[in-house]
């Protein structure tokens, strides 16, 4: 079980390096396309890479076309190429056409692909056509390269899937487990390197959660700021009826980032976390980061909505607000990682990394 900020962890260096040059493409363009899922392409002759492509905004040409035309720019002779690409090449008359037809047409006569796709009414058809027209297209070999496409187009898969987008929590506490003070501030618990890796996060979401209580105390800005970035997620925020505060930063207007909408609490004071999920898919988007209080934290958790789980802790004592503040009776009722995808410092902190699960 990885996502894609995998990668901001650890840096894999793939078996294929052709693939990882298609993975990196993709990666640093994230989200551009969606709901279209960002897939890298680069067709190779001799051993070098000739051209290259990238999935362009949702209603443009696909990352195989692009390469392929890339391709043509540059007068290479496609007649002895393999085309490596993140995703399934697809075959089907969508906003755009086929790219099983481009392939045959430019004559390339090997492809290489990461991962099926996940969409029912796209996979399979272009390898169908592919492989009627006598091309040599399947799936890579390398299972480090299969993973890192997995990472890659992890979320556009689990929406396709769920219909709901990957959800990413991010928590951060003392070693106490305090998650604010007891007058709810939780501003800087955690140290710069910690703050960094969250900005790192935020440049790979496209859309954020927070909720009343964190615009309220904290007033923070949900940008990314730490890391280089022209986009910045957009915010959903949940508040109470009240629609209180609009004047806070999460409102203010700014280049990069989609207008924040707002999400109403219902009269007990409770949010229908799965319905906030289905507008946010709607919107577009794939991934969406929870940056909330412990409230809307422990709702997301308790819901089992949280698909990845990041939870830093700092080397102090708060003795405030916790995560989970009803005893735990028991320790098979305990609530903990399903698995670890990482564990290990974060400067002064720690970081763990991986899916909840509810009863341990
Ligand atoms: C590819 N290459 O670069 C991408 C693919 O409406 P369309 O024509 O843009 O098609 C959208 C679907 O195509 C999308 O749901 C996904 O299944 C696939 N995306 N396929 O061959 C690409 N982005
Ligand atoms: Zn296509």
Not at 23 to 42: M, S, Y
Not at 111 to 138: C, I, Q
Not at 277 to 284: E, P, S, T
Request: net charge negative; charged share 20%.
């Amino acid at each position: 079980m990885r996502s894609v900020l995998h990668y901001l962890l650890e840096p894999t260096e793939l078996t294929c390096r052709f693939m990882g040059r298609a993975v990196e493409l993709a990666e640093a363009a994230q989200h551009r396309a969606a709901p279209n899922p960002t897939v890298g392409a680069v067709l190779v002759k001799e051993n070098d890479i000739v051209a290259y492509g990238v999935t362009e905004p949702l209603g443009g040409r696909h990352a195989e076309v692009v390469c392929i035309d890339d391709a043509r720019a540059r007068h290479v002779d496609m007649t002895d190429t393999t085309l490596y690409v993140t995703l399934e090449p697809c075959g089907h008359h969508g906003r755009t056409p086929p790219c099983s037809d481009a392939i045959i047409e430019a004559g390339i006569p090997r492809v290489r692909y990461g991962v099926d796709d996940a969409h029912p009414a796209v996979s399979g058809e272009g390898l169908r056509a592919l492989g009627a027209a006598g091309v040599d297209a399947k799936q890579t070999s390398h299972q480090d390269v299969i993973h890192a496409c997995e990472a890659l187009h992890r979320s556009f898969r689990h929406k396709i899937l769920t219909g709901r987008p990957y959800v990413i929590l991010k928590t951060a506490a003392s070693l106490d487990g305090s998650m604010a003070l007891s007058d709810g501030t939780s501003n800087w618990i955690t140290s710069q390197a910690s703050r960094e890796k969250v900005h790192a996060i935020r440049a790979n979401v496209s859309a954020l959660v927070t909720g009343h209580g964190t615009i309220q105390t904290d007033n923070p800005r949900m940008t990314v700021r730490h890391v280089q970035s022209e986009r910045h997620p957009q915010i959903y925020a949940c508040l109470g009826s009240s629609r209180s505060n609009t004047k806070a930063h999460v409102f203010e207007k700014i280049p990069g980032r989609a207008e924040t909408q707002v999400f109403i609490t219902g009269e007990d004071g409770r949010v229908d976390l799965v319905a906030l999920l289905g507008d946010v898919a709607k919107d577009g988007h794939h991934l969406v980061l929870i940056e909330a209080g412990p409230t809307l934290s422990r709702s997301f958790l308790n819901a089992g909505l949280v698909d990845e789980w990041w939870h830093f802790v700092a080397p102090k004592w708060l003795n405030g607000k916790r995560l989970f503040e009803a005893p735990v009776l028991a320790m098979s009722a305990s609530s903990c990682f399903d698995d670890i995808i990482f564990n290990g410092s974060v400067g002064r902190d720690m970081l763990f990394v991986g899916p909840p699960r509810e009863r341990c």
